[in-house]
């Protein structure tokens, strides 16, 4: 063939991870916060689609020091897991199932929702004539893995909607 | 945690209880066996199973599920009456020498100023003695006194012999003289013990008070404020200390400012409220840092409406939503479900719109079947999930839950597809109040979206309405600022810059007008820059110094550790102002000298405190305010008037109580514990269910997720639900090992595999063989391809704790059955 092919046979098999990108993260699990490395296939190009392919422990981060356990050893199942909701959906009332939806119909027909159960309910002044401006037919929970950037936006959403009812994982 | 993970390195004793840490925080749990190895420290554990970190304790003590109380009051008695508590350390830096008004009592289980109408305290019974005008307050620094704090104490827990430690816990008596001995060898300077706690002692109807009993016992010990030592809650989700921090509850704003009541109708009134008057009567002054709340509440005020806040209009106070009582999880619920409430003396309507991000209420709340029941009123729900949980589809539960066929149930329900953790950036706050940010590493799935855009799409397009339309109070939406550079997906880095707070003008040290300290627009360094006259913004103050000048500290990656106690100032960001341990002024003497060299929390070096970012003003010598400045009277509090059920902790047997309470048989459960009466709220006596049930966790397992991994390595080793049960019961009731039983309460039934153990042991209690039981919460009816199971929390009931709301899933009755 006029090259030698015994160097490419004497080649190692690279490891999986020798040319994944290393994204430094925090494990979703419980509240001591192991840090973990993320190895994702594809260099971040625009036309490159990332895909986990390892989780390991973060050997610099102080309290893991590079340990997980066998929750946060397995996140890729968590990330990869093919039962993952990809699109929007709606189930209307008195349904069975159900229905695809496209982004825009679902954030419109839940702002109309939201807009109206606030207009039909909303109390200004309460039975002692007390300026109140809430919503009691508004009720919202957060959950354990919102950041705290989220949650600091929902708590301003919860006020502008003037939504008494709230609550988070924290209590339950 | 007021210290941290690492820190617990540097405990001489451990006492592990309520909760199983080898379980459920296993790599924090490496710094438990680190302790041992290197100062041959001594792990405790006490708990109702023999579990994994029972399994590498240096001893093990068996307390039946929610006899904590008694069995820490036995502790604490056992230190006061041999002494083995640290004197000095009580002195100075606890309420022990404060008297008390002669109106407190303690009789017959009950304290005074119970309403036995409304079920509630009058706690003005419990104040200090004096007039709170005049500021006379009376002190005995010699504890002598009969009514000060510490005379009262002792006469409180004279009752918790070890005997009776042993008759209500089921301890044996020589297993809690050792579990005391080893607990107390830290009532000294010399020596120092940490205290760990989780789920196992929040979720009781005493469960705030369980905790209390355990820091007041850290106190008398000396260990509160010090390296190795404090009072360490391991929470359970990666960031539930985050969402608390952040206003994530009714009763809270962010930064643990208060939501506003009715009766708060101007601001005034509101920052007064939340500033408590100082109380001088220490031989030092207090810093009663709370005085400074009003700039912290401006400053949040600033960041909600900007521009359209100004000095005029309170900062639009009048906007924010006022209270009138309770909206906490199970009022939420139980509101919807009797579809209205009475507020402020009328009817208001009940919930008929709700938003769930990230929350599964169906698995996670207690009494199932009235969740469905109460869902199933809703007009709309959306919820925000990656995967198809529980709750998206209540309408289509397993009969067995008790809800109407889908046909019936007029609830619109959208299902919208979110990003998991991997896939957004921002940080979380762990158990011990690290800041630390995530990078994004990949795209979501399909068309999901960052619930960051999710939230912020429906805000713009409520907003868009209510600009076109009109409607109920507009300006109340139309003025939350929401200035991002994209609003419709904002930077979650600009988000936490909002949350650090700027200066809005330019700000001048107040020492010397002529010097500015900020320019406007700048990050501003912490929370001590912040005013109350609109020169500043700050989305929460107690973030502040998180996104500074020098850029986003959750960022920082620096391990480096010149203490060698495990603090790590370089890494990440720990509120409050990179703070370590909480109350640290405490870990030194009257003098700022350290209880111990070799474990210096903050030391004075003569000019300034040095060591840990001190809990205390930096320049201020010691002697001139108290270490625990976040209180007006400068001290921890042995006895506390502020909590719903008591000054002092006292036992109390679960609503649903196995026994009569041994102490105070008339009054058996807490008196205040939270109810509710609708006809789904019902309760079982230990006639028809005799077994104790508690709820717990595995290691292999993640709440309510990881059942939904198809082909996941999890779901492998942890394949389904099962009901552990002691071999002498199992025998006792022909149960074998891998049988199916059934487990019923007063509000459900479900049915699981019998895994027989000898981890679980009877107890005998009064006199009488009791029967513990455990279930793993894990399962449910939405879950991967033959991974589901019961909800167990179909047998839990709607009751809790009357300080903090929560359900008491750890102390339940069942009966135990063949299937």
């Known amino acids: 063939m006029g090259f030698d092919l015994s160097l490419a046979r004497a080649e190692v098999r690279q490891f999986k991870i020798s040319r994944t990108t290393e994204t430094r993260s925090i494990c979703p699990y419980c509240a001591v916060s192991c840090g973990v490395i993320i190895h994702t296939l594809g260099d971040r190009s625009k036309n490159a689609t990332s895909a986990v392919v390892h989780i390991e422990g973060d050997p610099d981060h102080p309290i893991s020091r590079g340990s997980l356990c066998p929750k946060g050893i397995t996140l890729k199942d968590d990330i990869n897991n093919p039962m993952r909701i990809k699109s929007p959906k709606v189930r209307r009332p008195g349904s069975d199932h159900w229905e695809e939806i496209t982004w825009d119909d679902a954030i419109a027909g839940i702002a109309r929702h939201l807009k109206d159960t606030r207009d039909r309910t909303f109390v200004a002044k309460n039975a002692k004539g007390q300026v109140v401006n809430r919503t009691p037919g508004l009720a919202m929970i957060g959950g354990c893995t919102d950041t705290n950037e989220f949650n600091f936006l929902q708590w301003k959403a919860i006020s502008a909607w003037g939504v008494p009812y709230r609550d988070s994982q924290a209590r339950v | ?819």
């Open chain 2, 1 to 819: 945690m007021t210290n941290g993970w690492v820190d617990i390195k540097n405990a001489d004793v451990i006492l592990a209880m309520g909760g199983n840490p080898a379980e459920n925080h296993p790599v924090g749990f490496k710094w438990f066996m680190e302790a041992k190895r290197t100062r041959n420290a001594k792990l405790v554990v006490v708990d109702p199973r023999f579990t994994r970190t029972a399994s590498v304790a240096d001893l093990y003590a068996p307390v039946r599920s929610g006899s904590d109380i008694a069995f820490l009051l036995g502790l604490i008695r056992y230190a006061l009456t041999t002494g083995r508590f640290h004197s000095d350390y009580v002195k100075i830096h606890t309420n022990a020498p404060y008297i008390i008004t002669d109106k407190f009592s303690f009789n017959d289980g009950l304290f005074s100023g119970f309403d036995g109408n409304t079920h509630q305290y009058l706690k003005e019974n419990w104040a200090y003695e004096g007039d709170p005008k005049t500021q006379a307050y009376s002190l005995d620094q010699t504890l002598q006194h009969p009514r000060c704090v510490f005379q009262l104490l002792k006469k409180h827990v004279d009752r918790y012999t070890p005997e009776v430690v042993e008759q209500i816990c089921g301890t044996p008596k020589e297993t809690f003289l050792k579990v005391a001995d080893i607990v107390t060898s830290t009532g000294n300077a010399e020596r120092c013990g940490t205290l760990t706690y989780a789920l196992g002692w929040t979720q009781h109807s005493i469960g705030v008070q369980i905790i209390r009993a355990g820091a007041m016992l850290q106190l008398l010990l000396g260990n509160v404020g010090r390296p190795g030592g404090g009072v360490n809650a391991f929470r359970g989700h990666s960031n539930i200390q985050g969402a608390t921090d952040t206003g994530g509850t009714f009763e809270t704003l962010p930064g643990y400012l208060k939501t506003p009541t009715a009766q708060l109708q101007t601001l005034k009134d509101y920052n007064d409220s939340g500033s408590p008057t100082t109380l001088n009567k220490q031989s030092w002054a207090t810093m009663n840092y709370w005085v400074n709340y009003s700039k912290f509440m401006v400053s949040l005020l600033k960041a909600i409406y900007g521009n359209a806040a100004t000095k005029e209009n309170d900062f639009g106070y009048a906007w924010l939503p006022k209270v009138d009582g309770n909206y906490s999880w199970m009022y939420i619920y139980d509101d919807m479900y009797r579809g209205s409430s009475m507020r402020a003396g009328a009817k208001e309507p009940a919930p008929e719109g709700f938003l769930t991000f990230g929350m599964n209420p169906v698995a996670l709340g207690p009494n199932v079947k009235k969740m469905i029941a109460a869902l199933s009123k809703l007009k709309w729900m959306v919820v925000v999930e990656n995967v198809e949980i529980e709750t998206a589809k209540f309408w289509n539960a397993p009969k067995e839950y008790g809800g109407a066929p889908p046909s019936q149930i007029q609830t619109e329900v959208y299902l919208l597809p979110a990003s998991g953790f991997a896939e957004k950036d921002g940080t979380f706050t762990n158990s011990a109040r690290w800041l630390q940010w995530k990078w994004k590493a990949l795209d979501p799935p399909g068309q999901s979206k960052t619930d960051q855009e999710i939230l912020s799409r429906i805000f713009l397009a409520v907003q868009n309405l209510y600009r076109k339309e009109g409607g109920a109070l507009p300006e109340q939406i139309l003025n939350v600022s929401w200035a991002y550079t994209n609003p419709v997906n904002p930077d979650l880095g600009e988000v936490l810059k909002e949350m650090n707070g700027k200066a809005l003008a330019d700000l001048h040290d107040p020492k010397d007008a002529t010097k500015v300290v900020k320019t406007a627009g700048q990050q501003i360094d912490g929370f001590g820059q912040l005013m109350d006259d609109g020169t500043t913004m700050c989305g929460n103050w107690l973030h502040s110094g998180v996104y500074t000048e020098a850029g986003n500290n959750a960022q920082r990656r620096n391990n480096a550790d010149p203490t060698g106690l495990g603090m790590y100032h370089n890494w990440g960001f720990s509120w409050p102002a990179n703070r370590r341990i909480m109350y640290n002024r405490a870990s030194a003497d009257a003098e700022g000298k350290p209880w111990d060299p070799t474990r210096v929390g903050i030391q004075w070096n003569g000019q300034k405190w040095v060591g840990d970012v001190p809990d205390m003003k930096p320049d201020a010598p010691p002697g001139t305010y108290g270490a625990f400045i976040m209180l007006p009277e400068g001290v921890a509090r042995l006895f506390a008037a502020s909590l719903n059920d008591g000054p002092f902790p006292e036992h109390y047997e679960p609503v649903e109580a196995p026994v009569a309470n041994p102490l105070h048989p008339n009054v058996t459960s807490n008196p205040v514990a939270l109810k509710f009466a609708s006809d789904k709220d019902t309760l079982g006596t230990s006639d028809k269910f005799p077994i104790v049930c508690t709820t717990y966790r595995l290691t292999e397992m993640y709440h309510y997720w990881t059942k939904h991994q198809e082909g996941g390595v999890l779901n492998e080793l942890q394949p389904g639900f099962f009901v552990e049960i002691p071999e002498k019961l199992a025998s006792q009731k022909g149960i074998a090992n891998g049988s199916k039983v059934r487990v019923t309460s007063a509000r459900g039934s479900i049915e699981g595999v019998a895994m027989v153990t000898q981890r679980l042991q009877p107890f005998k209690i009064n006199g009488k063989e009791l029967w513990q039981i455990g279930l793993p919460l894990h399962w449910g009816y939405a879950a991967a391809k033959g991974h589901t199971g019961p909800l167990v929390n179909f047998l839990t009931a709607s009751v809790g704790d009357p300080n903090t709301w929560t359900p008491e899933y750890k102390a339940f009755l069942v009966k135990l059955d063949k299937a």
